[in-house]
Every structure is written in structure tokens, then in C-alpha cells.
């Protein structure tokens, strides 16, 4: 309990106590001892005292007792008895007759028997007790000649002394309880001066945990070195400053210590005068050590407030790109969860990052799939080796091609290998790939039919001259007849053939020249205007409000058209809707648009209208060249050519004779690049 | 228990063992005070009483003649004590008036008790062994201005007591026979007492402090061994006049006087057990003597115009 109590008192209450309890266990028992010592050589030197004038007296009564002369020998001991702190005197012969005394009023008689002198030598003394009042009787014997004549007696008032040590013990005490409150009050005062620097302390380390770091805690020093030593070094650290001290300070300029480490200095400062002058107490070397590291510790918060900014802002500029990329990045640790996810994956899974970070992919895709994409990373994570596939992941009804990529990784907490997957969609590469491949596919058909052609046209020549001159040798009417007539027809279909064969393998060639889009187009639909009446099939051309000049060869322009018209009647059949429409889309874009009611494309041949040799049309019908040659001759100039099937609602707004039974439709639409400049007057002049 | 709390315990018991006197105090003996009772007055002593002219204190006076008083009281077969008369004049009164039985003096204070009705019946032999003795004027050997006896006038003189027989009456009555008068000495002094007065006047000449001194006879063989006596010289000595002597009081049974006179007479200084009594009272042997010894005393008294009450 004590302890505690102890425990609960404040620093400068125990050392208030402890001073004062120090104190007095010095004072008291030195004053006991001393009160004693006091007493005991008091006593001793009363004792000393008694004997002497009992043994003076002793000497001086002897004339009196050999005259008899009792007066004087009463006069002996009244004198002697006058003294202060004698209580009586009194003088016996030596049959212990008392022959004169000190007392009045009879004589008590007690005192005869309670102490009687030696025959020689020191007095005896014996201590009484007479009513309280303590008395030191001394008996010093009377001798003359060696004669013993009788005994003087002698009461010497030992209480008397003791009342004078107690009053010494008590003035002792006094100043003992005098000094005691002037030590405690110095003490007091001492606590306060070392107790207040130690709570300013305390408070500044409670402001430091306040993360109060730019406190000063140390003394403002009256005269620091630079006044002292009189250096005149203004750019010596310590200069100006009156807070810390110099050996406290690193790279200060001082003759005697620079270059000195502060270890080094304190030892080296120690006959400095500023040292002297400054050294301080533990206080002061703990006030400035707490400001060093509340210094020290500022720097180093502000160190790591910067390495977390930098850190922040990395992990930002990090987390953009992670989640600008429109790949799909997550990190999964060795158990196959989550670890981080980017933007793009928690949009593609359709949830936030938050909800997919610890959990595992069968919580996000069907049974199969997630097992597969386990089993993969486990493969990873057992082999270290890197997967990279393609692959079509379905995922909202939607099936797209993706390039992923698994790897191994760092995790990044304890170091144990993690699971970094990346899938980059390449849905619309592989399509262009696949164009490509179609492109080039083409292009070698291309080649492989001009080739052919050219080689068949002659034999093609050869029969259809001989079938022509066959016919003038046979009369008319006759089976031979018909059948000539047959092989021509089929020979000259073969020529149309060979004829588009060629057309398409020279897809480069032809002279281009600036032609208005409207002249082309007014061509190619006076040529069918007839076939597509004959069909009930109304043609409706709007050449649009502008110019539309480009740079092509008029001939294969006009072809495309005509291809164009071609597709769409046949697309029609009987009675139907064919516009054509022409715009001018972009300051250097014009645009020739062919929409139909026909039947329309089914949606998966939408994108190979444009191959070559693919047709719709039965046996003999078509070539399957015509939409392959546009394909080429548009593109040949630059432009685009697309197709959308059923035709755009707003194909036809406005426009009636859209037939008995319009079908979905189809609109095949040209895009080319405009010529700048003026129009080439010879050029259009003379196709027109 | 912890080491701090037994060096406290450790330091405690020290200071206790060291404080002396701490053990327990002397028991006291109670005494009622109250008790009183007067003291029964002293029965009246009886026998012969001595008293030795009190030259020198009580206590001196006792030692040197107990002895002789034991053997005179034996030898006589009665009780004799020796009395302490404080004065010469005490003691020439208590004579007078019978409380002093036998009187040992000086032969001036005899003469006043001669006057009273004693009777001197014997005196001593001097240790010198003559019984009688003179007294002497001593002088520094140095000193040119005192040749003779004549050449102290005028100068500063030391004598042992006014009452002193060999220290001073002696010496004066040859100053008288050499007529010089007290008056025609530049100062005359006595050696402050008490005691060793013989010795002080000795050292006063000595010193230097006093021109002359004069002394008993013997006296200066006191110094012998303490100062260079070859600086003192003996300007004279006066004739010799009787010794102390002893008287019986007026009215005491002679037959008593007889007794104890032959008791003295008795003692011889050859027998050791004598010699004890006689060194022990200063003295060689008593002889007898008359009243008629001392009239060369009485004549010197005359001389210097003593009259038994200026005699002191």
C-alpha cells in the first residue's frame, strides 16, 4: 500500500519528503545522541564538580572541626549551600555526629544513612531521590595527618542539570525543526526549479505525441559560443543559435573541434569555456537530446510524408494505366483469389474491383470455365511457366476474342508466388486478319483467273469463228443448224466470262480523269432505265444539290454502277423500288448509296457479298464477279464500299412505288474521295 | 529483507551501540527530606587540653604535635587534646582563662602569658640543637651600598611578621643596639602570608625587590637546594636568645605539670620511637626551664618598648 501511496505523489512532493525525511533522520537521532553525549558529560562533569567541592570543603573545615568552631563550620556550609545547584551541605565528626549543616528546621535525619565518605581517597556519591527531586550526594571524607576527623556531605541537584539539558535538547530541536523547515523549503524550492523543467518536458513530449514536432524544449542560453569565443564565424551553424549548444551541433566551424563528431566533442569541449560556461545539468542534456530527436524525428516524418507521396502518386499513375488499359489485368494469389483487379475486368464481370478482391473465379463464371481457368493457373503456379492463348470467352451474350496471357508473379505481401492474368480483346484484329487473309486470298484468284482467261479467250475465238463459219455450211431449219446456233450462244456466253475474268484481274488499270459523279450515274441508269421497266421496277435517282467531282476512269465507274443496278434488279425481281442517291457527306466525301426492296442478304453473307465467285444467283445467272470487281474498283480509288442489309429505315422516305411485296432490301453504299480544282471540261463534255 | 533496509538496521544499531551512557541510569536512593529530627547536643570533652601557638594552620599545628600529645596523653594517663586557639591573642586568652591547659610558644607570647600567671616549665633544644636561636640580616652579596649593619638606613626592609621573634624583634632589637629606629628604614614590610614567610623574605632580598631581610636562624638552609645562596650574604646575627617554650596555666595541678614534664624530659631523640614524636613536632628534645630563662627576652622587649598588649 505504502508504495503506492508513494507511487501517487508527485516528483517534487518526494523530493520534498525525501529531503525532509533525510533531514530528520539525520537531525533526530543526532540530537538524541547528542542530547545524551550532552547529559552524560554534563553529569560527569557534575559528578567532577561535586566531588571537587566536597573534597575542598573537606579540606577548608579541617581548622574549623581541630577548633571546634561549629559558627564557622556552619558558615562553610550555608556558603557552599548558597550555590545554585547545591540542595545542601552539611558536615559530620567522625563518630557521625552532625556537627553543622545547611538545613533549618531540624535536620533530615535519612540522609545520615544513605551514603557514607571513604576513609581516604575520592568522595563517594550516591544519587537520590528525594520526592521526585533527583540529588547527587557526595561524601568526602574529613582527613588531617592522616587522621579521619570526619566527613563532609554535599547534595548537588541533578534535576536541576537534567531541566538545563532538556532546555539544551530543546533548543536543539528547535534549531534542528528551524533548519528542517528552511532545508524543506530550499527543498521545496529545488523540486519546483527541477521538477518544472521536467513536466515543460512532459509537456512538449505530449506534444509530440500530439505531433506537435517543431517544439523547442531547451533553454534559451544567456551567452552561447559565438559570444563567448568571439569567433565572428557568421556561417557556422551554431552561430545565432541560442537554443542548442555547439558541441550539440554537427559541423560547426570552431578552430578547436571542427570536424569533430558530437561524441567526439563533448569529450574534447570539456576544458572549453563555452563547455564550462554551458555544460548544464542531465535536465538540460535530455531537454536538448529530446529536441535533437523531436528534430530528427520531424525530418524523418517529413522524409517518409514525401516517399509516401511519391508512393501515392506512383500507385495513382499506376492504377490509371492499369485502368485505363482496356485489357483485363488481375493478380491471383496461391490460392487462386484475387488479389487485385483493373477497371476493365470488374467492368467486364460487371462488378465493382471491391467485390471481386478475395474471391475466386467460380463465384463469377460457370462451373467448366472456372474450373478450366483454375486448372490453368494451377499449371502456371506449378511449372512457372507462361500460358499465352487465344480464346472466345462469352460473356454477357456477347462472344469476344481474346489474347491471355498467364504468368507467374511476385505476390506482393509475403513473396509467394502469385497468378497475373491478362486478356487483351482482339476480336475486331482477328477480323481484320481474317480480311486480310481474304484480301490476299483474292488477289491471287484475281491473278489465277486473268491468267486463265487470257489463255481460254483464244480458244474461246477459235470455236466460236469455226461454230459461225459451221453455220454458213449448214441450212437453216436444220438440227445441225440449232446446234451450231447452241455452241455459238454458250461460246459467247464463255467470252462474257472470260470477258468479266479479265475485268477483274485488271482491276488497276484504266485512265483516270475529274468526272462528275452525276454523269456516270445518268449513264449507267439510262443503260437499265429499260430492263427496269420491262420489270415494274421503279428507278428514282437523286443526284443531290452539289458537284460531286472525282478522279476515276469514267468506264469502270460507270461499270460499278451498272453492277449496282444489276444486284438491285435482280435483288427486286418483279415490281419493286431502286434509289439511287448521291451526297456530298464531307467537304472532300461524296457518297453514291443503292437501296433496293429486294429479298435482301441474309445476315451471314453480309460480308462476303464482296468475295469473289460468291453469288446468290442460280447456275448461269451471274458470274459472281460483278460485286468483287466494284469492290475492287472503288477501293482501286480510294474509297469504301459497305453494305447493310435489311436496307436503313430511311432509305426510301418519301419515295412510293416501293412494289407489291417489298422485301427487307438491301443498300450497297459507294464512298469516294472528292477532287479538288475545277472539272475537267473536255473529259465530261465528251462522255456526255 | 533487502540490502538498503539492512544497511538502514546496520546503521541504527551502530548508532546505538556507539551512544554511551544509554544503558540504563544508576538506581536512585529514595530519602525523605521531610523527616527532620535536631541534632542531640555534643557531650562536653573532657581531659588535659594542648594548644601549639598558632604559627601555622590548625591542620599543620594538629600534624606536627599529634603525636606528642598521643605519647604525652599516654605517658601521663590522662586524655589530653590539642585546641586550635584561631589567634595569638585567642591563644593567650584561652590560657588566661584555664581552656588551655599547656601552652607551647614563642618566648614573646610568653611573656604575655607569664603576665596571666604561667609558668614556664620546659622549652626545647633547636634543631640545631641548641635551645635557643638567633635571628639574622641577610643582604645581597651584590650589593655595594650595605657593608654594615649602619648602612641599612634609609634602606627597604623585609621582615617575616611583626610578631615573628627570630624573623623580626630580634633583628630589630640589634638594629636598636646599632641605633637605627623603624623609622630611619626607607620602608619596612612583612612577608605576605600565609605560610613559607621565612622563604618570601629570603626571595625578596634575592630579587632584589627589598634591600635587607631578616630572618630566623636555619631559615635560609630552606632554600639550599632552590636558589644560589652564595648570592645572599648574612650582614649579622643577633645574640641567642631561649627557645619556644611550655607553660602550664595558672592554677593547674603541678602535680600534672610534673608528670608531664617528665614525660618530655623522658624523650630522648636516640630512641627511634622518640625521634619519631620529636622530628614529627620539629623539635631536637625539651629540657626544663624557668621564668627566669626568659628575661633576656623580656629585656629586648623593654628595649623596643613591647609591652605585653603590643606584644601580639
Same mark, same amino acid.
Given at each position: 500500500?505504502?508504495?503506492?501511496?508513494?507511487?501517487?505523489?508527485?516528483?517534487?512532493?518526494?523530493?520534498?519528503?525525501?529531503?525532509?525525511?533525510?533531514?530528520?533522520?539525520?537531525?533526530?537521532?543526532?540530537?538524541?545522541?547528542?542530547?545524551?553525549?550532552?547529559?552524560?558529560?554534563?553529569?560527569?562533569?557534575?559528578?567532577?564538580?561535586?566531588?571537587?567541592?566536597?573534597?575542598?570543603?573537606?579540606?577548608?573545615?579541617?581548622?574549623?572541626?581541630?577548633?571546634?568552631?561549629?559558627?564557622?563550620?556552619?558558615?562553610?556550609?550555608?556558603?557552599?549551600?548558597?550555590?545554585?545547584?547545591?540542595?545542601?551541605?552539611?558536615?559530620?565528626?567522625?563518630?557521625?555526629?552532625?556537627?553543622?549543616?545547611?538545613?533549618?528546621?531540624?535536620?533530615?535525619?535519612?540522609?545520615?544513612?544513605?551514603?557514607?565518605?571513604?576513609?581516604?581517597?575520592?568522595?563517594?556519591?550516591?544519587?537520590?531521590?528525594?520526592?521526585?527531586?533527583?540529588?547527587?550526594?557526595?561524601?568526602?571524607?574529613?582527613?588531617?595527618?592522616?587522621?579521619?576527623?570526619?566527613?563532609?556531605?554535599?547534595?548537588?541537584?541533578?534535576?536541576?542539570?537534567?531541566?538545563?539539558?532538556?532546555?539544551?535538547?530543546?533548543?536543539?530541536?528547535?534549531?534542528?525543526?528551524?533548519?528542517?523547515?528552511?532545508?524543506?523549503?530550499?527543498?521545496?524550492?529545488?523540486?519546483?526549479?527541477?521538477?518544472?523543467?521536467?513536466?515543460?518536458?512532459?509537456?512538449?513530449?505530449?506534444?509530440?505525441?500530439?505531433?506537435?514536432?517543431?517544439?523547442?524544449?531547451?533553454?534559451?542560453?544567456?551567452?552561447?559560443?559565438?559570444?563567448?569565443?568571439?569567433?565572428?564565424?557568421?556561417?557556422?551553424?551554431?552561430?545565432?543559435?541560442?537554443?542548442?549548444?555547439?558541441?550539440?551541433?554537427?559541423?560547426?566551424?570552431?578552430?578547436?573541434?571542427?570536424?569533430?563528431?558530437?561524441?567526439?566533442?563533448?569529450?574534447?569541449?570539456?576544458?572549453?569555456?563555452?563547455?564550462?560556461?554551458?555544460?548544464?545539468?542531465?535536465?538540460?542534456?535530455?531537454?536538448?537530446?529530446?529536441?535533437?530527436?523531436?528534430?530528427?524525428?520531424?525530418?524523418?516524418?517529413?522524409?517518409?510524408?514525401?516517399?509516401?507521396?511519391?508512393?501515392?502518386?506512383?500507385?495513382?499513375?499506376?492504377?490509371?494505366?492499369?485502368?485505363?488499359?482496356?485489357?483485363?489485368?488481375?493478380?491471383?494469389?496461391?490460392?487462386?483469389?484475387?488479389?487485385?483487379?483493373?477497371?476493365?475486368?470488374?467492368?467486364?464481370?460487371?462488378?465493382?474491383?471491391?467485390?471481386?478482391?478475395?474471391?475466386?473465379?467460380?463465384?463469377?463464371?460457370?462451373?467448366?470455365?472456372?474450373?478450366?481457368?483454375?486448372?490453368?493457373?494451377?499449371?502456371?503456379?506449378?511449372?512457372?511457366?507462361?500460358?499465352?492463348?487465344?480464346?472466345?470467352?462469352?460473356?454477357?451474350?456477347?462472344?469476344?476474342?481474346?489474347?491471355?496471357?498467364?504468368?507467374?508473379?511476385?505476390?506482393?505481401?509475403?513473396?509467394?508466388?502469385?497468378?497475373?492474368?491478362?486478356?487483351?480483346?482482339?476480336?475486331?484484329?482477328?477480323?481484320?486478319?481474317?480480311?486480310?487473309?481474304?484480301?490476299?486470298?483474292?488477289?491471287?484468284?484475281?491473278?489465277?483467273?486473268?491468267?486463265?482467261?487470257?489463255?481460254?479467250?483464244?480458244?474461246?475465238?477459235?470455236?466460236?469463228?469455226?461454230?459461225?463459219?459451221?453455220?454458213?455450211?449448214?441450212?437453216?431449219?436444220?438440227?445441225?443448224?440449232?446446234?451450231?446456233?447452241?455452241?455459238?450462244?454458250?461460246?459467247?456466253?464463255?467470252?462474257?466470262?472470260?470477258?468479266?475474268?479479265?475485268?477483274?484481274?485488271?482491276?488497276?488499270?484504266?485512265?483516270?480523269?475529274?468526272?462528275?459523279?452525276?454523269?456516270?450515274?445518268?449513264?449507267?441508269?439510262?443503260?437499265?432505265?429499260?430492263?427496269?421497266?420491262?420489270?415494274?421496277?421503279?428507278?428514282?435517282?437523286?443526284?443531290?444539290?452539289?458537284?460531286?467531282?472525282?478522279?476515276?476512269?469514267?468506264?469502270?465507274?460507270?461499270?460499278?454502277?451498272?453492277?449496282?443496278?444489276?444486284?438491285?434488279?435482280?435483288?427486286?425481281?418483279?415490281?419493286?423500288?431502286?434509289?439511287?442517291?448521291?451526297?456530298?457527306?464531307?467537304?472532300?466525301?461524296?457518297?453514291?448509296?443503292?437501296?433496293?426492296?429486294?429479298?435482301?442478304?441474309?445476315?451471314?453473307?453480309?460480308?462476303?457479298?464482296?468475295?469473289?465467285?460468291?453469288?446468290?444467283?442460280?447456275?448461269?445467272?451471274?458470274?459472281?464477279?460483278?460485286?468483287?470487281?466494284?469492290?475492287?474498283?472503288?477501293?482501286?480509288?480510294?474509297?469504301?464500299?459497305?453494305?447493310?442489309?435489311?436496307?436503313?429505315?430511311?432509305?426510301?422516305?418519301?419515295?412510293?412505288?416501293?412494289?407489291?411485296?417489298?422485301?427487307?432490301?438491301?443498300?450497297?453504299?459507294?464512298?469516294?474521295?472528292?477532287?479538288?480544282?475545277?472539272?475537267?471540261?473536255?473529259?465530261?463534255?465528251?462522255?456526255? | 529483507?533487502?540490502?538498503?533496509?539492512?544497511?538502514?538496521?546496520?546503521?541504527?544499531?551502530? +548508532?546505538?551501540?556507539?551512544?554511551? *551512557?544509554?544503558?540504563?541510569?544508576?538506581?536512585?536512593?529514595?530519602? @525523605?527530606?521531610?523527616? &527532620? %529530627? $535536631?541534632?542531640?547536643?555534643?557531650?562536653?570533652?573532657?581531659?588535659?587540653?594542648?594548644?601549639?601557638?598558632?604559627?601555622?594552620?590548625?591542620?599543620?599545628?594538629?600534624?606536627?604535635?599529634?603525636?606528642?600529645?598521643?605519647?604525652?596523653?599516654?605517658?601521663?594517663?590522662?586524655?589530653?587534646?590539642?585546641?586550635?586557639?584561631?589567634?595569638?591573642?585567642?591563644?593567650?586568652?584561652?590560657?588566661?582563662?584555664?581552656?588551655?591547659?599547656?601552652?607551647?610558644?614563642?618566648?614573646?607570647?610568653?611573656?604575655?602569658?607569664?603576665?596571666?600567671?604561667?609558668?614556664?616549665?620546659?622549652?626545647?633544644?633547636?634543631?640545631?640543637?641548641?635551645?635557643?636561636?638567633?635571628?639574622?640580616?641577610?643582604?645581597?652579596?651584590?650589593?655595594?651600598?650595605?657593608?654594615?649593619?649602619?648602612?641599612?638606613?634609609?634602606?627597604?626592609?623585609?621582615? +617575616?611578621?611583626?610578631?615573628?621573634? *627570630?624573623?623580626?624583634?630580634?633583628?630589630?632589637?640589634?638594629?636598636? @643596639?646599632?641605633?637605627? &629606629? %623603624? $623609622?630611619?628604614?626607607?620602608?619596612?614590610?612583612?612577608?605576605?602570608?600565609?605560610?613559607?614567610?621565612?622563604?618570601?623574605?629570603?626571595?625578596?632580598?634575592?630579587?632584589?625587590?627589598?634591600?635587607?631581610?631578616?630572618?630566623?636562624?636555619?631559615?635560609?638552609?630552606?632554600?639550599?637546594?632552590?636558589?644560589?645562596?652564595?648570592?645572599?650574604?648574612?650582614?649579622?646575627?643577633?645574640?641567642?636568645?631561649?627557645?619556644?617554650?611550655?607553660?602550664?596555666?595558672?592554677?593547674?595541678?603541678?602535680?600534672?605539670?610534673?608528670?608531664?614534664?617528665?614525660?618530655?624530659?623522658?624523650?630522648?631523640?636516640?630512641?627511634?620511637?622518640?625521634?619519631?614524636?620529636?622530628?614529627?613536632?620539629?623539635?631536637?628534645?625539651?629540657?626544663?626551664?624557668?621564668?627566669?630563662?626568659?628575661?633576656?627576652?623580656?629585656?629586648?622587649?623593654?628595649?623596643?618598648?613591647?609591652?605585653?598588649?603590643?606584644?601580639?
Amino acid at each position: 500500500m505504502r508504495p503506492r501511496i508513494l507511487a501517487r505523489l508527485s516528483f517534487r512532493a518526494k523530493i520534498t519528503l525525501g529531503i525532509a525525511a533525510l533531514l530528520l533522520g539525520c537531525a533526530a537521532p543526532s540530537i538524541w545522541l547528542a542530547s545524551n553525549m550532552a547529559a552524560l558529560e554534563l553529569m560527569d562533569e557534575i559528578k567532577a564538580r561535586g566531588a571537587v567541592l566536597a573534597e575542598n570543603l573537606a579540606s577548608r573545615v579541617t581548622d574549623s572541626m581541630l577548633a571546634d568552631d561549629l559558627l564557622r563550620l556552619k558558615n562553610m556550609a550555608d556558603e557552599i549551600a548558597a550555590v545554585d545547584d547545591i540542595n545542601y551541605a552539611f558536615i559530620m565528626d567522625a563518630e557521625g555526629r552532625v556537627l553543622a549543616s545547611s538545613f533549618t528546621g531540624g535536620f533530615p535525619v535519612e540522609l545520615i544513612g544513605v551514603n557514607a565518605a571513604p576513609q581516604k581517597g575520592p568522595p563517594s556519591v550516591r544519587l537520590l531521590n528525594a520526592s521526585g527531586e533527583f540529588i547527587y550526594d557526595f561524601a568526602a571524607p574529613v582527613v588531617i595527618a592522616g587522621t579521619h576527623f570526619g566527613q563532609v556531605r554535599l547534595g548537588l541537584s541533578r534535576s536541576r542539570h537534567q531541566a538545563r539539558i532538556d532546555r539544551l535538547t530543546a533548543a536543539m530541536a528547535g534549531v534542528a525543526g528551524a533548519a528542517l523547515l528552511l532545508a524543506v523549503g530550499a527543498g521545496m524550492l529545488f523540486a519546483r526549479r527541477v521538477t518544472r523543467r521536467i513536466n515543460a518536458l512532459r509537456e512538449h513530449a505530449e506534444e509530440v505525441v500530439k505531433g506537435n514536432l517543431d517544439i523547442r524544449a531547451g533553454t534559451h542560453l544567456r551567452k552561447n559560443c559565438w559570444e563567448i569565443m568571439q569567433c565572428g564565424l557568421l556561417n557556422c551553424p551554431a552561430h545565432g543559435d541560442a537554443e542548442r549548444r555547439c558541441w550539440r551541433l554537427a559541423g560547426t566551424l570552431c578552430p578547436d573541434c571542427k570536424g569533430k563528431s558530437p561524441r567526439d566533442k563533448t569529450l574534447s569541449c570539456v576544458n572549453c569555456k563555452v563547455y564550462q560556461r554551458n555544460k548544464g545539468d542531465e535536465i538540460q542534456d535530455l531537454t536538448e537530446t529530446f529536441d535533437v530527436m523531436s528534430a530528427a524525428l520531424s525530418a524523418r516524418l517529413s522524409e517518409l510524408r514525401d516517399a509516401q507521396g511519391t508512393l501515392a502518386s506512383q500507385e495513382r499513375l499506376l492504377r490509371v494505366i492499369l485502368d485505363a488499359t482496356p485489357d483485363h489485368v488481375a493478380l491471383l494469389d496461391a490460392n487462386l483469389r484475387y488479389l487485385a483487379v483493373n477497371k476493365a475486368y470488374a467492368l467486364f464481370l460487371g462488378l465493382p474491383p471491391s467485390a471481386i478482391v478475395g474471391r475466386k473465379d467460380g463465384e463469377f463464371y460457370p462451373p467448366g470455365e472456372a474450373a478450366e481457368r483454375e486448372r490453368e493457373f494451377a499449371g502456371v503456379l506449378e511449372t512457372g511457366r507462361p500460358l499465352s492463348k487465344e480464346a472466345a470467352i462469352r460473356r454477357a451474350g456477347r462472344e469476344g476474342w481474346y489474347h491471355v496471357q498467364v504468368g507467374q508473379a511476385p505476390g506482393p505481401r509475403d513473396g509467394s508466388p502469385a497468378v497475373l492474368r491478362t486478356d487483351r480483346e482482339i476480336t475486331q484484329i482477328k477480323e481484320f486478319r481474317e480480311q486480310l487473309i481474304q484480301a490476299q486470298k483474292m488477289e491471287a484468284l484475281g491473278k489465277l483467273a486473268g491468267g486463265v482467261a487470257h489463255e481460254i479467250n483464244t480458244p474461246l475465238g477459235v470455236i466460236l469463228g469455226y461454230a459461225q463459219l459451221l453455220q454458213e455450211d449448214v441450212p437453216e431449219g436444220g438440227q445441225m443448224r440449232e446446234d451450231l446456233l447452241a455452241i455459238e450462244k454458250q461460246t459467247l456466253i464463255c467470252r462474257d466470262i472470260v470477258a468479266d475474268l479479265l475485268k477483274f484481274s485488271r482491276q488497276g488499270e484504266g485512265r483516270r480523269r475529274r468526272v462528275l459523279l452525276d454523269g456516270a450515274l445518268r449513264e449507267a441508269i439510262g443503260l437499265v432505265e429499260r430492263s427496269f421497266a420491262l420489270h415494274r421496277i421503279n428507278l428514282v435517282y437523286d443526284p443531290g444539290p452539289d458537284d460531286l467531282p472525282v478522279m476515276a476512269d469514267p468506264e469502270r465507274l460507270k461499270q460499278v454502277w451498272i453492277n449496282f443496278l444489276n444486284n438491285a434488279r435482280d435483288a427486286v425481281g418483279e415490281s419493286g423500288l431502286v434509289s439511287v442517291t448521291a451526297r456530298k457527306i464531307a467537304p472532300d466525301k461524296a457518297s453514291v448509296t443503292f437501296a433496293d426492296t429486294g429479298s435482301g442478304i441474309l445476315p451471314e453473307y453480309v460480308e462476303k457479298v464482296f468475295d469473289p465467285f460468291f453469288t446468290t444467283k442460280p447456275v448461269g445467272k451471274g458470274t459472281g464477279l460483278g460485286l468483287a470487281v466494284s469492290y475492287g474498283i472503288i477501293k482501286d480509288y480510294g474509297g469504301e464500299l459497305t453494305v447493310q442489309s435489311p436496307a436503313p429505315a430511311g432509305a426510301f422516305a418519301g419515295k412510293e412505288g416501293q412494289g407489291d411485296k417489298p422485301g427487307p432490301g438491301s443498300a450497297f453504299t459507294a464512298i469516294l474521295p472528292l477532287s479538288p480544282g475545277g472539272l475537267d471540261e473536255a473529259g465530261t463534255q465528251k462522255d456526255f | 529483507m533487502t540490502a538498503p533496509r539492512f544497511a538502514l538496521l546496520a546503521l541504527l544499531a551502530f +548508532v546505538l551501540a556507539a551512544a554511551p *551512557g544509554c544503558g540504563p541510569d544508576e538506581e536512585p536512593i529514595p530519602v @525523605d527530606m521531610s523527616r &527532620r %529530627e $535536631e541534632p542531640a547536643p555534643a557531650a562536653p570533652k573532657r581531659g588535659l587540653t594542648y594548644a601549639y601557638l598558632p604559627q601555622y594552620a590548625h591542620a599543620v599545628s594538629y600534624q606536627r604535635h599529634r603525636l606528642l600529645v598521643e605519647y604525652l596523653s599516654k605517658a601521663v594517663g590522662m586524655p589530653i587534646r590539642q585546641v586550635f586557639p584561631d589567634t595569638f591573642d585567642e591563644h593567650v586568652k584561652m590560657v588566661a582563662r584555664g581552656e588551655i591547659d599547656i601552652s607551647f610558644s614563642n618566648p614573646f607570647v610568653y611573656l604575655r602569658l607569664a603576665e596571666h600567671g604561667a609558668r614556664a616549665f620546659a622549652r626545647i633544644v633547636e634543631p640545631s640543637g641548641k635551645p635557643a636561636f638567633r635571628g639574622q640580616i641577610i643582604v645581597r652579596r651584590d650589593d655595594p651600598a650595605i657593608r654594615s649593619v649602619a648602612d641599612c638606613r634609609g634602606k627597604r626592609w623585609m621582615a +617575616v611578621d611583626p610578631s615573628s621573634a *627570630g624573623g623580626y624583634l630580634f633583628a630589630l632589637g640589634e638594629f636598636y @643596639d646599632h641605633g637605627l &629606629r %623603624e $623609622e630611619d628604614f626607607g620602608a619596612i614590610g612583612f612577608a605576605p602570608g600565609p605560610g613559607g614567610k621565612q622563604e618570601k623574605v629570603v626571595l625578596a632580598v634575592y630579587s632584589g625587590t627589598w634591600d635587607v631581610g631578616s630572618i630566623r636562624e636555619g631559615a635560609l638552609a630552606l632554600l639550599a637546594d632552590r636558589i644560589d645562596l652564595d648570592r645572599i650574604r648574612i650582614l649579622a646575627e643577633t645574640r641567642a636568645y631561649p627557645s619556644w617554650v611550655y607553660a602550664a596555666r595558672p592554677g593547674l595541678d603541678p602535680e600534672v605539670v610534673r608528670k608531664v614534664s617528665q614525660a618530655m624530659f623522658a624523650l630522648s631523640v636516640n630512641r627511634p620511637d622518640d625521634a619519631v614524636i620529636l622530628q614529627s613536632a620539629n623539635i631536637r628534645g625539651l629540657i626544663p626551664a624557668t621564668d627566669a630563662d626568659y628575661d633576656s627576652v623580656r629585656e629586648l622587649a623593654k628595649k623596643l618598648g613591647l609591652t605585653p598588649e603590643t606584644i601580639q
